[in-house]
């Protein structure tokens, strides 16, 4: 087992801490839940973390935009430590709601905290859609896909605002696509459901440019068990663990 | 794959000023008196400077939720609205530098702000919603504590409203729909376009406290006044009350009244099954069961039952059915809070891993002029209930076990119920009793205007104009403040810092205190109660059943502890009240002391009216079905029971909600290759990295209760365990919840209900599984225009059961073509009685299936115990709706196999013996299974009814084959578009 130990982020509203926990530890990793009124009180600190992830929910009631109250207190008020994490360049994973986070904090895809420059909107059925998807790997350099590329991996899905838009940014190449909805053929589909939220490109994860840190719409913690219906999401958990080894 | 921005953006930074402070989300609720209100002089503290109110106004490029109304309101009578914007207004008010929130309140890349309204008015009237003024926006502790954290430290309150501008219509015309659909005046209003207002902050003024004395009122007189105050009691508590008046030597105060009546409300003291003894006849069934595995039983605000290594598991059903028919959305949303609190409130605090949720309505096709006056189109009721269930459960974090929506023409006021099982350490399954100097620590929400009078309301008799009357009873929920207690209390619990705990529903404060103190007596300052309505008076902060509160039995020397967690996880908290060892239940308020009862006379005082029963008359017909000829009438009957509204694909529904959240959901409500197929069973392992499951099932059927309510009763249990026993739960290894929902008391109510209940109570203790939790609701019944609708004796039956091994469990979807299919169980006697398929013709029947005797019933849940351990069938699923036919289409839609039946043996020979009758007679108690070819399963049937009724077949096809040649064939995809309309059209 791995010295190292993984941050789980838990503000108000986060409910997907528990199994985050329960798939890292299958990994054969150690997580910590770190609270982030701690954080912010001085009694935790990111430093002590050598990964970190933010899990889904809806952190502060996803008011004013989902995921944007929770980027607003990383950047705003952790601002050195965010800056001092993203710079160690340690792993950092955003599922769901993290992702949203790390999309409204603009750490996702460029790095840019504050400064955005993609969007996840509203499904387009307008509605949350729970369903279980196909992922087809189209990226298997990053660090949480590595030895995965070409595969089909199948977890759980459960949003409601998880359709990406993106706005280009001069002198910055696209982001890197790891993750795309698959159907039963394994190809990226922009059908709905087996695409669920209207995704352009069927895009439904992506890493920054290093490949280290990864956002994430479904759920690779809830197929990571041996009670689950698949365990393809432990293979991202496995990889983060590789890498802290 | 990039999209085009309309409005590219500046390079945007979070302006960040460094704050060591963490803000207090909320200004203290202090004795602040309102701006406006300059003619009363303030109680206390001082009066504030006005401070400058400024707007930022925000637009959404990409507005799923105006999207999703404009299509609603186009269905719902507005076909002519050709475009609906929504347009967010932050209202701020402090030194504010609003270029510098902009960030906040807009993503540049779809939303624009500006500091003016970018609607442009020519393009339709504009109304604007924005909450009361003495409410509390949900929102702003967020918007606070995010501007704080961008530096924006003078941002001293905020306020949010949408404008909603309405292309296509007349502004009166958008007036009557913004009050119809929008605007819930229990806390919204409409703000008027100019309106000046010197604070943002909740202001009011409470009304005193007054004395009401009742010495020397006739029955008359405390009939009318107790009409007038909405205490809707019964002459006999009134007496019973001005009895006690004389007896204390002083009127009693209007606290006290309002305590007394709520607490003896139907809803509260469970009044009508005590009338009836029923409440005992249960509990007297499961005490003598004695089961080993039930921990806890009708004592706490959940059952226990004992799961694997030291912990327990926890089932609660909760009915919300008044407030789901007057405002189904906020109705249900708190149907899902109150039921979840209850699992919060076991014990010491269990936490909940799964819920379900079942709505009973009118039927959804009903044309809307024909619900009758003052009640909602039923269809509005489901989809309502919908967008709630999902607002409400999936911030929760809890998995969906079941989504069940069922109609019948009496569920005018609808039948709302939820479940929520809870998972608890066994040493804290118990709670201890308070003790003198404890004290009374209440968290997370604040207390409000909503749901004041829900006990007594959703007590009494519904009627066309209860809805505009009583909507305050209607509470809001804000699923951000659950979740946030319901992360912290097993923190809490695991410290020792709980001596009790319970959630605070119907009755609120008065109820939660008066319930925990009863042994020991408690006193409260009401002046410490955290408020978002400025105006409540002391009776109002009592009974006020503002949602997402708890009350917390703490012992003294662990409250800093305790205050010190509930602050890391961000949950409001204030001490208010202890308890005393005076055995009296007190309150101060302002000064003065409003409430003294003694806990003996609120608990113990309340008269019981004896009721009498008389046997109903039924109007029941014997069904007279048409004989199916060819294979196009054939086709055509498969069809009503495929599309029925209670067999058809109601995963529209059940794909808004988070099945799999949590990482413990084994078999979730929908399986099969597609996941859309129904399972019928949930199955959890609720120990993360460890194999013991926790099952759990339901059975609920209307159409049966028309029939005859006492079978019903049974058969309900009979389905609910056969369901799980096929899955391979052993019967021994499960307990039971029931949820009743009956017509307001008459003697023939009382006949069914005292029926019903000693009918399960006898089948309960000759099968040994026990009922450990449950719930009545007496009140199903609508009045309009001087005619009563029922609704129909309605008995839900869910089951809790636990597996060593989750691995074992085994679902209903085909494995292998070539396999038969077995019924085992009866396949004789009369089963379409209540069917479906009787129901598709208009009619009901008029006798149940007839199950046999519990030996016989026993006797095949045996069979299927054997059977499954020894890996005899590799399917199955337990017959119910539907009969033998969903069955093979929903097993052949989940796996893409096909299915090849022969009747004509089982239906018999004589004259009456026709196929149809066994594919749609719901046999309870008989379940389908899947035996693979070659196996031998007859030396464990021996002696056990069972029978071949075909085999899987490769193709995607359903054959029901005849002597001689073929009777009907078709393929499941063709019959897959029947059965997956209906309820997708209720929704869209």
């Known amino acids: ?245 | 794959m990039f999209s085009p921005v309309r409005n590219p953006p500046a390079v945007l930074r979070w302006s960040v000023v460094p704050t060591d402070s963490v803000p207090e989300a909320f200004e203290p609720v202090a004795d602040t008196p309102s701006q406006l209100d300059r003619t009363s002089a303030p109680a206390t503290g001082s009066v504030l400077q006005p401070m400058a109110i400024q707007a930022l106004y925000v637009l959404s490029g990409d507005d799923a939720e105006a999207r999703g109304w404009l299509a609603f309101l186009r269905r719902h009578g507005y076909p002519n609205l050709s475009d609906l914007v929504i347009e967010r207004v932050y209202w701020l008010e402090g030194t504010v530098d609003t270029e510098r929130l902009m960030p906040l309140v807009a993503n540049p890349l779809y939303q624009t702000a500006a500091t003016q309204s970018q609607l442009d008015a020519a393009r339709g009237p504009i109304l604007e919603i924005a909450y009361q003024p003495a409410v509390t926006d949900p929102e702003t502790p967020s918007l606070l504590a995010a501007a704080h954290a961008l530096g924006q430290t003078g941002l001293r309150f905020a306020r949010l409203s949408k404008r909603y501008q309405f292309a296509g219509l007349d502004e009166e015309q958008a007036r009557k729909l913004v009050a119809r659909f929008l605007c819930n005046r229990v806390v919204e209003r409409l703000r008027e376009p100019g309106e000046v207002v010197s604070t943002l902050r909740p202001f009011g003024t409470p009304d005193p406290s007054t004395t009401i004395p009742l010495a020397g009122l006739s029955d008359r007189e405390l009939i009318l006044l107790s009409t007038a105050r909405s205490w809707y009691a019964p002459l006999s508590q009134l007496k019973a009350i001005q009895a006690h008046e004389l007896a204390i030597g002083r009127p009693h105060t209007d606290a006290e009244i309002e305590i007394l009546v709520q607490s003896w409300s139907d809803h509260c003291y469970h009044t009508t099954w005590k009338r009836l003894g029923l409440l005992k006849r249960l509990s007297a069934a499961t005490a003598k069961i004695a089961h080993p595995l039930v921990v806890s039983a009708f004592k706490d605000n959940a059952g226990g039952m004992e799961f694997y290594e030291d912990w327990v598991v926890t089932i609660k059903g909760e009915t919300h059915n008044f407030p789901s028919s007057i405002a189904p959305f906020g109705g249900v949303a708190t149907k899902h809070g109150g039921v979840i609190r209850d699992t919060l409130g076991f014990g010491k605090g269990a936490y909940p891993i799964g819920g379900t949720t079942v709505m009973g309505t009118a039927h959804p096709r009903l044309p809307e002029e024909q619900s009758p006056p003052g009640a909602l189109p039923p269809q509005l009721i489901v989809s309502e209930s919908v967008r709630a269930t999902s607002y409400y459960c999936n911030p929760m974090g809890i998995p969906m076990m079941h989504a069940l929506y069922r109609a019948h023409p009496g569920y005018v006021k609808c039948f709302a119920l939820g479940h929520s099982i809870g998972l608890v350490p066994r040493k804290y399954a118990l709670k201890d009793a308070p003790e003198a100097g404890d004290l009374a620590l209440l968290i997370g929400g604040e207390t409000g205007r909503d749901g004041i009078h829900g006990a007594t309301a959703s007590s009494t008799r519904m009627t066309g104009n209860t809805s505009a009357k009583e909507s305050a009873a209607v509470q809001i929920g804000h699923p951000i403040t659950e979740r946030s207690f319901t992360t912290a209390i097993p923190v809490l619990r695991d410290a020792n810092c709980i001596r009790a705990i319970t959630d605070l529903g119907a009755g609120g404060i008065s109820s939660a205190v008066g319930e925990m103190g009863a042994g020991v007596g408690a006193e409260l300052d009401l002046d410490a109660v955290p408020l978002k309505d400025r105006s409540l008076t002391a009776w109002e902060i009592l009974l006020s059943e503002s949602q997402e509160r708890m009350l917390i039995v703490v012992p003294p020397d662990k409250l800093a502890e305790a205050e010190d967690t509930l602050d890391r996880y961000e949950v409001k908290h204030r001490v208010i009240g202890r308890f005393t060892g005076r055995r009296r239940l007190e309150a101060t308020w302002r000064g003065h002391k409003v409430v003294d009862l003694e806990m003996d006379f609120l608990w113990g005082g309340c008269p019981l009216d004896p009721i009498s029963t008389s046997e109903p008359r039924r109007p029941l017909q014997p069904l007279r079905l048409p004989a199916l000829r060819t294979a196009a009438e054939w086709s055509t009957a498969v069809r009503r029971v495929l599309s029925h509204y209670h067999a058809c694909d109601q995963s529209a529904a059940g794909a808004r909600f988070d099945t799999t959240v949590q990482g413990r959901t084994v078999v979730g409500p929908y399986g099969g290759k597609n996941h859309r197929m129904p399972t019928n069973i949930y199955v959890s392992a609720p120990l993360h990295g460890k194999s013991y499951g926790v099952v759990t099932t339901l059975a609920l059927n209307p159409f049966y209760g028309d029939i005859d309510p006492a079978r019903m009763g049974k058969l309900m249990m009979i389905e609910a365990i056969t369901k799980a026993v096929v899955a391979g739960v052993d019967y021994r290894q499960m307990v039971l919840c029931d949820n009743f929902y009956t017509a307001r008391l008459r003697p023939e109510v009382a006949w069914d209900l005292t029926r019903m209940v000693d009918t399960i109570a006898e089948f309960s203790e000759a099968m040994g599984v026990p009922f450990i939790s449950g719930k009545d609701s007496s009140s199903g019944t609508f009045e309009a225009e001087g005619r009563a609708i029922d609704v129909p004796p309605t008995l839900a039956v869910a089951v809790l059961g636990r597996v060593p091994d989750v691995k074992k469990v085994v679902t209903k979807e085909f494995r292998r073509a070539g396999n038969k299919i077995l019924a085992i169980g009866p396949l004789s006697g009369e089963a379409l009685g209540g069917s479906l398929y009787a129901d598709s013709y208009g009619q009901r029947g008029d006798r149940l299936f007839e199950p046999g005797s519990p030996e016989q019933v026993r006797q095949v849940w045996d069979a299927l115990l054997k059977l499954h351990a020894e890996a005899g069938y590799v399917s199955g699923s337990a017959i119910a709706e539907g009969g033998i036919l969903l069955r093979l289409f929903e097993a052949s839609y989940g796996s893409g196999l096909g299915a090849r039946v022969d009747l004509t043996e089982a239906a018999g020979h004589g004259p009456a013996s026709t196929p149809d009758r066994i594919l749609f007679g719901e046999f309870i108690g008989t379940a389908m299974v899947e035996v693979p070819a070659g196996g031998d399963v007859e030396s464990i049937l021996d002696g056990v009814p069972h029978r071949v009724l075909g085999e899987v077949r490769p193709d995607a096809q359903l054959s029901l084959a005849g002597h001689p040649g073929l009777i009907w064939e078709e393929s499941t995809a063709a019959l897959a578009e029947a059965w997956s309309r209906p309820f997708r059209e209720v929704l869209e």
């Open chain 1, 1 to 245: 087992m791995s010295r190292a130990v993984t941050a789980i982020l838990y503000a108000p509203g986060t409910n997907c801490h528990e199994e985050t926990a329960a798939a890292i530890e299958r990994a054969g990793g150690r997580s910590e839940m770190v609270v982030l009124r701690d954080l912010c009180g001085g009694r935790a600190s990111l430093r002590r973390y050598q990964a970190a992830v933010i899990p889904g929910g809806f952190s502060y009631g996803d008011h004013l935009g989902a995921g944007r109250i929770l980027a607003t207190m990383l950047v705003a008020r952790l601002r050195d430590e965010l800056i001092a994490f993203l710079d160690s360049g340690k792993p950092l994973l955003g599922v769901c709601n993290g992702f949203q986070v790390l999309v409204e904090a603009g750490i996702l895809p460029y790095r840019t905290p504050g400064s955005r420059s993609m969007a996840l909107l509203e499904n387009q059925s307008s509605h949350f859609e729970d369903r279980k998807v196909r992922l087809l790997v189209t990226d298997g350099d990053s660090l949480w896909t590595r030895g995965l590329a070409g595969q089909v991996l199948e977890m759980p899905s459960a949003h409601g605002e998880g359709r990406p838009l993106f706005y280009a940014v001069d002198g910055r190449p696209p982001p890197r696509v790891t993750f795309r909805y698959a159907d039963a053929a394994g190809n990226p589909t922009p059908e709905y459901p087996e695409n669920p939220n209207g995704a352009p490109g069927a895009v439904a994860g992506i890493t920054d440019e290093t490949g280290t840190i990864l956002g994430l719409m479904p759920h690779p913690e809830r197929a990571a068990l041996p009670v689950h219906y698949s365990q393809d999401g432990i293979k991202l958990f496995r990889n983060l663990m590789a890498a802290l080894r």
